[in-house]
C-alpha cells in the first residue's frame, strides 16, 4: 500500500545489510521511520513493544526472527530458545506460533549449512503467502459490500475497530482489505474508525493508512459505534481477529466484544476478516484463550504532538489510581455474520469453517 504515493510493504528482508527492515508503528502518524532489526532479540522486542503488531505482522516478524537467530549463531540450542522466547513474546495472536512451528518444522533435518537460506526463503514465502491471502479476503469481502451498494445506490458506510489494516498485514489488511478493493472499484464507501484505546491504533494506523490510500473516513471514539448504529449509519462492520477458535468464536482487541453486541441489537452485519492462519484447530473453549494483559500505563498515559511539533507523553489519569489493561476480548460466534477468508466467505461455526478448510 501507498505511503506518500510510494508502495511499501510493512516488512521485508534488505539483502545488502543482512538485516529485516519494519515500518516503527510506535511512531506512527507523526513520524514515519524504518527500522532495522539486526538479532533475534530485536524481533523479540519489536514484538513486545509492538513496532510491529497485528497478528499476521507479528507471525511475519517472528518468521524473520528465526532467520536472524541464525544469521546470530548457528547453533541448534540457541535456535529453539530463541522460538521460544518468540512465541512467549505476545500470547493471543495465534499467528505467531503458527509461524515460529511452520519455521522450525521446515528447518528440521536441514543441513547447517543451508539453514539460513532455507529459513530466509520460508519466512519470505509466509509472507508471500500472507500478501495473496489478505488480497484474496479483499475480493471476497468485495462482493458483500458490493451487494450492500446495489441495493443501496449510495455510499457504504463501514465501521471497524483497533487496525486490521495493511500495516497490521505484509500488505492489503484483513478488514480493510474489502474496503480498498471496493475503494478501488468506484464503490463509494466511507469507514468509521474506532480511536481503540488504550493505544489508539484506529486513530493511530487505520485512519493514517486511510488516509494514505485517500479513502473517506471518520474517528469515533470506541463508545460511538452504538449510537450510529441506531441512527442507521453504519451498513456494516468488518474486524480481525488475533484467534478465532473452530467454534467460530473470535478473540480481537479489546471493545470488539461490545461492538458485535451493539451490532446484533441494530440488525448490523458484523464480519470478521481472517486469513487461515489465525484459525486455533485445537482449543474449543475460548475461555481457554491466553488474554494478555499490557502495562497499565498504556491508559494512564497518551503521547501526541505538543504545541511546538514534539512528541510528548503525559499523565492522565489521578495519580493515585490503579488501572487494568485487558488487551483483548472475546466475540462469541453466534454475533459474528460471517468469516470473510481467502477460501471465501462462511458462517462462524465449525461446519462453516470445515466447509472451506478440509
Ligand atoms: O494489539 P494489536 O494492535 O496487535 O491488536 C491487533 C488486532 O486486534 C487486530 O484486529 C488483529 O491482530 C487482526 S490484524 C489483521
Redesign the pocket.
Same mark, same amino acid.
Given at each position: 500500500m501507498k505511503i506518500e504515493g510510494k508502495e511499501y510493504r510493512t516488512i521485508w528482508f534488505d539483502e545488502q545489510n543482512q538485516a529485516v527492515k519494519i515500518i516503527d508503528q510506535t511512531k506512527l502518524p507523526h513520524e514515519f521511520i524504518i527500522k532495522d532489526l539486526k538479532t533475534v532479540k530485536d524481533a523479540i522486542n519489536a514484538i513486545k513493544v509492538?513496532e510491529v /503488531?497485528?497478528?499476521?505482522?507479528?507471525g511475519g516478524t517472528a518468521a524473520y526472527g528465526i532467520v536472524l537467530a541464525i544469521m546470530e549463531k548457528n547453533d541448534s540450542n540457541f535456535i529453539k530458545k530463541s522460538s521460544e522466547e518468540l512465541i512467549q513474546s /505476545?500470547p493471543t495472536?495465534i499467528n505467531l506460533k503458527w509461524a515460529v512451528d511452520r519455521m522450525m518444522k521446515k528447518l528440521t533435518g536441514v543441513n547447517n549449512n543451508e539453514l539460513s537460506k532455507v529459513a530466509l526463503d520460508e519466512a519470505k514465502a509466509i509472507c508471500e503467502e500472507d500478501v495473496k491471502f489478505c488480497e484474496n479476503i479483499g475480493l471476497n469481502g468485495l462482493k458483500i459490500i458490493e451487494e450492500i451498494y446495489n441495493k443501496k445506490k449510495d455510499k457504504v458506510n463501514i465501521l471497524t475497530?483497533? =487496525?486490521?489494516?495493511w500495516l497490521? *498485514?505484509i500488505n492489503w489488511?484483513?478488514?480493510t482489505s474489502p474496503i480498498y478493493h471496493a475503494h478501488k472499484k468506484g464503490i463509494p464507501v466511507h469507514v468509521w474508525v474506532d480511536e481503540t484505546r488504550p493505544?489508539n491504533?484506529g486513530a493511530n494506523l487505520t485512519s493514517y493508512e486511510l488516509n494514505e490510500e485517500k479513502i473517506p473516513n471518520t474517528i469515533i471514539a470506541d463508545n460511538t459505534g452504538g449510537i450510529l448504529m441506531q441512527r442507521g449509519e453504519i451498513d456494516m462492520c468488518i474486524?480481525? *481477529?488475533?484467534r478465532t477458535l473452530s467454534t467460530g468464536d473470535v478473540c =480481537?482487541?479489546i471493545g470488539t466484544y461490545l461492538k458485535a453486541l451493539a451490532a446484533h441489537d441494530n440488525n448490523v452485519p458484523f464480519y470478521v476478516?481472517?486469513p487461515s492462519s489465525?484459525i486455533d484447530w485445537n482449543l474449543k473453549n475460548f475461555k481457554d484463550i491466553p488474554i494478555?494483559e499490557r502495562n497499565s500505563e498504556e491508559l494512564s498515559h497518551v503521547e501526541g504532538l505538543d504545541k511546538n511539533n514534539k512528541v510528548t507523553k503525559i499523565l492522565i489519569y489521578p495519580k493515585k489510581s490503579k488501572a487494568m489493561n485487558l488487551?483483548?476480548d472475546v466475540t462469541p460466534a453466534k454475533y459474528v455474520t460471517g468469516l470473510i477468508t481467502e477460501k471465501g466467505v462462511c458462517e462462524a461455526s465449525t461446519e462453516g469453517l470445515k466447509r472451506l478448510f478440509k
Open positions: 509492538m /503488531r497485528g497478528a499476521p505482522l507479528i /505476545r495472536a475497530h483497533c =487496525n486490521a489494516g497490521a *498485514t489488511g484483513t478488514a493505544r491504533q474486524v480481525g *481477529t488475533d =480481537n482487541k476478516a481472517l489465525t494478555e488487551a483483548f
